[in-house]
């Protein structure tokens, strides 16, 4: 799994915890590749993907910023609806061969499903889904009996991601404005004394408090925080400089 990014979605732990959503939501089924990815249309260098394509391949997607000449976007660009990819799509769309898809043979990326999206944001959010050889027609029926479902998900995937970030946004529009506290007293010495490296236990003694309240108040750090688990938002606390020395 990969995750591509020029973009102002630049947050590891916010990507990592909508790649970790993806990845659960495909692990049902059978060996999918998958490349979930958002581009402005205003601005198309301002592109972010999360991809479980060959890394090869992404890496020289984005160093060559293919999604200029990419077909798949170029179509998704002018439609609503989803649709399946192949080397005819070029023919269908009246362009010219494509390195895309050129490049594209050697990693057997050639044909597939696209689902997409354009947010109010001015983005293109789109879903592809490979159709390699080895598992085509499992694949093909899954998209058939899915399309619902797996239009849903590229809606959940992008609602998790913009909500994500804009929720962080805030929390650091709010920390430069010093207007409130994001975390309470008690939360805040938490997150310290975890992120000072001292475990769960240490922390009762240190504020002569119990277990389950230790606990109790990391989750509520974790949930302001819209992150996956205590260590993400340990991490994301410290790194955006949210936490005062207890």
Do not use: C
Request: aromatic letters at 10%.
């Amino acid at each position: 799994m990969s995750i591509v990014t020029n973009s102002i979605y630049n947050n590891d732990i916010i990507n990592e915890t909508v790649e970790y959503f993806l990845k659960r939501k495909f692990s049902t089924y059978t060996e999918m590749k998958f490349t979930y990815a958002v581009m402005n249309k205003r601005n198309p260098s301002d592109f972010f993907a999360i991809s479980n394509y060959p890394d090869e391949w992404t890496s020289i997607y984005k160093s060559n910023d293919y999604q200029y000449i990419d077909p798949v976007v170029i179509t998704s660009l002018n439609t609503i609806l989803p649709f399946p990819w192949d080397d005819n799509i070029m023919i269908n769309a009246n362009l010219k061969l494509s390195k895309v898809f050129s490049i594209g043979k050697k990693y057997e990326i050639i044909n597939g499903y696209t689902f997409v999206l354009h947010d109010n944001l001015n983005n293109l959010a789109t879903l592809s889904i490979l159709i390699d050889k080895e598992n085509e027609i499992i694949i093909k029926e899954d998209i058939e009996r899915d399309k619902d479902k797996l239009q849903m998900l590229l809606i959940l995937a992008h609602d998790k991601l913009t909500n994500l970030y804009r929720d962080i946004n805030a929390v650091t529009l709010k920390n430069n404005k010093k207007n409130e506290e994001l975390f309470s007293k008690r939360e805040n010495d938490v997150l310290y004394w975890s992120s000072m490296g001292k475990t769960y236990k240490e922390i009762t003694l240190i504020l002569g408090i119990k277990l389950t309240t230790v606990k109790f108040h990391m989750g509520n750090a974790v949930k302001k925080l819209g992150v996956i688990n205590a260590k993400q938002a340990i991490r994301l606390s410290t790194e955006m400089k949210l936490i005062k020395p207890a």
